[in-house]
């Protein structure tokens, strides 16, 4: 079992920015690659971000290139969402999830393939 939690998430103005963190425990975060999902109210949930379980392999949404970044630190069992330039369709429920990897380039955007999820951090970016 993998838990994961994630903080950070808050109320910000358009053109704001926010850190989330997910902190993961139970077995070993250098084996899982990780994805960050949303979800916004009435829309299904949608994949963010995503990241090898070496961390050197990154995939993004396209309504989120360049003002989001992922980054996962192995020692501290944490990954990270910088997000820059809010704007007010970020707002949202942020999801971390991981994923069991064998080697150090698979990262996937498909909610379906990752076995653990967080509860969530709600986002709101006021316009």
């Known amino acids: 079992q993998v838990q994961l939690v994630e903080s950070g998430g808050g109320l910000v103005q358009a053109g704001g920015s926010l850190r989330l963190s997910c902190a993961a425990s139970g077995r070993t975060f250098s084996n899982y690659a990780m994805g960050w999902f949303r979800q916004a109210p009435g829309k299904e949930r949608e994949f963010v971000a995503a990241?090898?379980?070496?961390?050197?392999?990154?995939e993004y949404a396209d309504p989120v290139k360049g003002r989001f970044t992922i980054s996962k630190d192995n020692a501290k069992n944490t990954v990270y969402l910088q997000m820059n330039s809010l704007k007010s369709e970020d707002t949202a429920v942020y999801y971390c999830a991981a994923a069991y990897s064998g080697n150090d380039f698979y990262v996937s955007r498909t909610s379906y393939e990752y076995t653990y999820w967080g509860l969530g951090t709600q986002v709101t970016v006021s316009s």
């Open positions: 990241i090898s379980r070496s961390g050197l392999h990154t």
